[in-house]
């Protein structure tokens, strides 16, 4: 008789410990933080048109942080948990790199105040925050940077369990200067001979718009040039101008700053030169009322023209008489009336250039090359400016016997050299991501030049013009 035995196989039981915070931040961790996308921003006091400084921080975008504001608000943005109107909500912070990569802060900026950023329905600034908006704010705050230090935005007093911070590689340049160059071509243009040819000229701009950054004024002292060089010296259209002078609004709640300034402008050999002293004032249209007429897929206009005003005293130290012109008054007054509208865009050319394959394509990021991000297609690919203005000469009589008026304009057309194709492997460095350091402008002009005893001309011109 066989005894059959059966294995028995001892029974192993494995016990799992499962934590209630399983994908969750554990009870006294600190919660990994949302990353901020933070940027700076210049804009000017007013009415003293002191230079200030901004940080704008994007609180509806990217998704992490549209979704930390819905719980950071709550359900009642009148009375959120967490408020964005307040500078104790934020802190920034000048930061330094440690070598285990860490960020440690050196010291910490004040924030002056908060600027909530877009209107309501009723076209009323925002004074609240509700979830995605505004979409963005800016911490005013006095710089006192150097040129290497970096910034870093927090956000402060968040709910429990969320944390908000940028990445703390923000530098702020508060550089108060600007300059352009622009090299064109003038064909048939007019000499102060009577006689015409085709010449190039570099039209040169510079302005230091806060001579006096180390001084606290109530006014504002700026240093400006605009210069117009020739390869032929007899061009009616060579000048230069070198200003100083002083500026401050008037009215605490419409924009309207006077100027008084001194300058010193002739043709680019001196034959002609005068000292002009004026006093001025500029303003702008309202403009509410254009949002539907002048903001669309056709033309966007978001500003309107600046017009400015000035009452000029001229002092003619040389003066050299141009073929069919007088000898002007040696002491002078004009009244000079300006229009300059330089912020309007076509927005459909973009489409079109795409057509025509003259624009660039935007690409997707590259997995294999860290860091690379892609490119967006060009949002900006064609533009205008248009400025006009006039010359009232009581003192400068016509051959009529009749008080002398000089009326002037022109307009232009400018193409970013970032959208251009063709551009990218010509001229790689101006061609970079940025609209505004490089374009084409093309521009025809009916001018008047103060510079050079109100020479006239009607010519074309077209170059590069350079930004910084």
């Given at each position: 008789m066989k005894t059959r035995l059966n294995k028995v196989w001892p029974m192993v039981t494995i016990s799992i410990a499962v934590s209630p915070f399983w994908g969750q931040v554990p009870p006294g961790a600190a919660p990994k933080p949302a990353a901020l996308s933070v940027g700076t921003e210049s804009y000017y006091?007013?009415?003293?048109?002191?230079?200030?400084?901004?940080?704008?921080?994007q609180l509806a975008d990217p998704a992490p942080v549209y979704d930390l504001m819905k719980k950071a608000i709550g359900s009642d943005p009148h009375n959120p948990l967490w408020d964005c109107t307040r500078p104790s909500s934020y802190k920034v912070a000048v930061v330094s790199r440690q070598s285990d990569g860490s960020l440690k802060d050196v010291r910490i900026l004040k924030i002056t105040?908060?600027?909530?950023?877009?209107?309501?329905?009723?076209?009323?600034?925002?004074?609240?925050?509700?979830?995605?908006?505004?979409?963005q704010v800016q911490l005013i705050f006095n710089p006192d940077l150097g040129s290497k230090e970096t910034l870093q935005v927090t956000l402060v007093g968040l709910p429990e369990g969320s944390a908000a911070k940028s990445d703390g590689t923000l530098q702020y340049n508060d550089t108060v200067l600007s300059f352009s160059a622009t090299p064109q071509a003038a064909p048939s243009d007019k000499l102060r001979n009577g006689k015409t040819r085709d010449t190039g000229q570099a039209k040169v701009l510079f302005s230091d718009s806060n001579l006096l950054s180390s001084v606290q004024l109530p006014f504002n002292v700026y240093a400006k040039s605009s210069d117009l060089f020739s390869t032929d010296e007899k061009d009616s259209q060579s000048s230069f101008s070198a200003a100083v002078g002083?500026?401050?609004g008037i009215f605490p709640r419409w924009f309207a700053p006077i100027h008084f300034d001194e300058t010193v402008q002739g043709n680019q050999t001196a034959t002609n030169l005068s000292n002009v002293a004026s006093?001025?004032?500029?303003?702008?249209?309202?403009?509410?009322?254009?949002?539907?007429?002048?903001?669309?897929?056709?033309?966007?206009?978001?500003?309107?023209?600046d017009l400015t005003i000035g009452n000029q005293y001229t002092h003619r130290i040389n003066q050299l008489v141009a073929a069919g012109s007088k000898l002007l008054a040696i002491d002078d007054y004009s009244l000079n009336p300006v229009a300059n509208w330089s912020s309007?865009?076509?927005?459909?050319?973009?489409?079109?250039?795409?057509?025509?394959?003259?624009t660039q394509k935007g690409t997707q990021p590259n997995p294999s090359k860290p860091g690379d991000k892609g490119t967006q297609p060009p949002q900006y690919c064609l533009g205008t400016e248009l400025n006009f203005g006039g010359y009232y000469l009581p003192l400068d009589l016509t051959e009529a016997q009749h008080q002398r008026v000089e009326g002037y304009g022109d307009v232009s057309i400018l193409i970013p050299?970032?959208?251009?194709?063709?551009?990218?492997?010509?001229?790689?460095?101006?061609s970079s991501n940025d609209p505004a350091k490089s374009q084409i402008r093309i521009k025809w002009s009916d001018s008047v030049n103060a510079a050079n005893n109100y020479a006239r001309d009607r010519h074309w011109t077209y170059g590069i013009e350079l930004i910084k």
């Open positions: 006091r007013y009415p003293s048109l002191e230079p200030a400084a901004a940080i704008s921080v105040s908060v600027a909530l950023q877009g209107n309501d329905d009723t076209g009323k600034r925002l004074r609240y925050c509700d979830v995605g908006s505004p979409g002083l500026q401050r006093l001025g004032i500029t303003t702008l249209l309202p403009w509410s009322w254009s949002a539907r007429l002048l903001y669309n897929s056709i033309i966007q206009a978001p500003l309107p023209p309007v865009r076509f927005p459909w050319a973009c489409t079109v250039f795409g057509w025509m394959h003259i050299l970032s959208g251009l194709s063709f551009a990218s492997k010509v001229f790689p460095y101006l």
